[in-house]
């Protein structure tokens, strides 16, 4: 999937002519909202998010920091990069405890706190098993060794997130509304790209995408991963980064 700045801004305005924004809000404006101490413990990973998120999150932040816009995507560059091996990360759009794209947040990040206690425990246990799965694939092709604290690093289940008014969502509300969802994206990929992608990936994946390309992304990561596990840092990294970026 090819999403140079000028793709993405071309997308932008394919997604505001079908009023799919419009779509997205509507889907939105249908989970309830919530409470909780604010903690930022639960923004350890970042979000998995559809397409059309990305593109509302993007709009969202050059609209909200044009003088800042490209030290955000920095940021959200190294997390990319850096997500698998260094522990000390957690979600690159969290500043001082909060979330500065809440407004336009995904709807993983909407739904996170509605599902019951059990549910949140499965959804858990396959994060890990996929975690376990990447970090034999990276030891067996690259020699890298992903920590534990990463893999098992999930924070237990918060009892501490209410709503404001009303009930949490419901299970087959939620399962519902993410099928709406779905539908949108696909829409946008089927109409703007022409080809059949999923389309939903880590957002801060989704940046790198955009600013590295996909090639120069992959091939470099774990060159990245490997100088920084025995360095704690990566000059190539840095760079790669400054190169791509057109604003220092």
């Given amino acids: ?37 604010c903690c930022g413990k639960c923004c350890k990973y970042a979000p998995r998010v559809y397409l059309i998120e990305y593109l509302q999150i993007y709009k969202g932040i050059k609209e909200r920091f044009p003088d800042r816009f490209y030290q955000v995507i920095r940021k959200v560059l190294e997390f990319g990069f850096l997500s698998l091996v260094d522990t000390s990360l957690s979600c690159p759009f969290l500043e001082e405890g909060k979330c500065i794209i809440y407004d336009c947040r995904s709807f993983n ?4 706190g509605h599902a019951k206690e ?18 034999n694939l990276w030891i067996e092709n690259f020699g890298i060794q992903i920590p534990d604290a990463i893999v098992y690093g ?75 596990q025995n360095n704690k840092k990566s000059d190539f990294m840095d760079k790669l980064i400054y190169d791509s970026l057109p604003s220092h």
């Fill in 118 to 135: 059990e549910y949140y425990y499965i959804s858990i246990d396959r994060a890990r098993k996929e975690l376990e799965e990447g970090r």
């Fill in 1 to 37: 999937m090819t999403l140079s700045e000028g793709a993405i801004y071309s997308l932008i305005d394919i997604a505001g002519n079908n009023f799919w924004f419009e779509k997205l809000q509507n889907i939105y404006s249908e989970i309830p909202h919530t409470t909780c101490k």
């Fill in 154 to 228: 999930h924070r237990p289940f918060c009892k501490d997130v209410m709503p404001l008014k009303g009930s949490m969502l419901k299970t087959d509300k939620r399962e519902s509304l993410e099928r709406r969802l779905e539908s949108i994206n696909s829409q946008l990929i089927k109409g703007a790209l022409g080809t059949y992608e999923e389309g939903v990936l880590e957002l801060p994946v989704f940046v790198c995408l955009s600013f590295i390309g996909p090639m120069m992304f992959y091939n470099s990561r774990p060159y990245i991963m490997e100088e920084y």
């Fill in 109 to 112: 990040c909407r739904v996170w």
